[in-house]
């Protein structure tokens, strides 16, 4: 008689008896294909920088005029536009990573039907995660670079500990990405990102960005300082301005909890909606 070959195992064993390797590294084959798509977005990339930039023009330098000084986080008086730069950079990383892996990764997911393709290749939901948070991290890096880029070029570094900055805004964009493509895995349709403009936009207003924590009523202090962007704002201002302190390590320690559980959501998420 002749030997009938077994059925292949089920996609999700399939994933399972890959070799273990390095996520990090399958995950890289992911990022060169979305900097080679972006070739032709470039504009996006654009626009996005120009947003903060504007307003550091409009508020920093009109607004300014009319406010003047405003105690920095050492208790020194810096220009209005020195206080509001940190908050636009620590925006511009968010902003990046938020609609890069929200808008973006619910196309890819939902109607390109890319990551189903993905994994007839070597690569799990682990690395689809890893890959897709990673390359939302470096958008808002760049955002974030070319807004330092700016703050030098108006004088508002005058702090070397201004250095830091960048590592701190990927650390932010780290977290936003990771938790941005956890939320959006529960997304049925475009008309659930309204939700993400009903968060971003008062985390953008309210997280100390143009105005000081102590001009709120004490209730509403409570309420930003659970907000993650406030945290990135904390960071950044502390930074540029130099006013560094122990506290910031907070700051960071909230956002390692961000990555962390935004990964594992993200991950598992994935694996269920890919493997089902």
Same mark, same amino acid.
């Given at each position: 008689m002749t030997a009938v070959a077994p059925p292949p195992p089920a996609p999700s064993r399939i994933v399972r008896l890959l070799p273990a390797g390095s996520y990090a590294g399958r995950a890289h084959t992911l990022l060169l294909r979305s900097a080679t798509a972006s070739r032709t977005t470039w504009l996006a990339f654009v626009s996005g920088f120009a947003e903060p930039v504007f307003y550091l023009l409009a508020m920093g330098q009109g607004l300014g005029s009319l406010?003047?000084?405003?105690?920095?986080?050492?208790?020194a008086p810096i220009s209005y536009a020195a206080f509001i730069a940190p908050g636009l950079l620590a925006a511009s990383a968010m902003n990046g990573a938020v609609f890069d892996s929200t808008y973006n990764v619910f196309f890819k997911l939902k109607y390109g039907r890319l990551y189903e393709a993905m994994l007839a290749t070597p690569l799990g939901p682990v690395d689809i995660a890893l890959g897709e948070i990673g390359w939302a991290l470096l958008r808002g890096g760049l955002y974030a670079l070319g807004f330092l880029a700016v703050m030098g070029g108006f004088g508002l570094l005058v702090s070397p500990w201004a250095l830091l900055a960048l590592p701190a805004a990927l650390v932010v964009a780290f977290a936003f990405a990771a938790v941005g493509m956890a939320a959006t895995s529960y997304m049925r349709s475009w008309q659930d990102f309204d939700l993400v403009t009903l968060l971003v936009l008062p985390m953008f207003l309210f997280s100390t960005t143009f105005f000081p924590l102590s #001009?709120?009523? !004490?209730? @509403?202090?409570v309420v930003v300082e659970c907000l993650p962007l406030y945290h990135a704002v904390e960071l950044m201002r502390g930074l540029t301005t130099g006013a560094v302190h122990l506290g910031m390590l907070g700051n960071l320690a909230y956002?390692?909890?961000?990555?962390?559980?935004?990964?594992? #959501?993200?991950? !598992?998420? @994935?694996?269920?909606?890919?493997?089902?």
């Open positions: 406010v003047g000084t405003l105690p920095g986080p050492d208790g #001009v709120y009523p !004490r209730w @509403l202090q956002f390692a909890v961000m990555i962390g559980v935004g990964v594992v #959501v993200a991950t !598992r998420r @994935l694996d269920v909606l890919l493997l089902k």
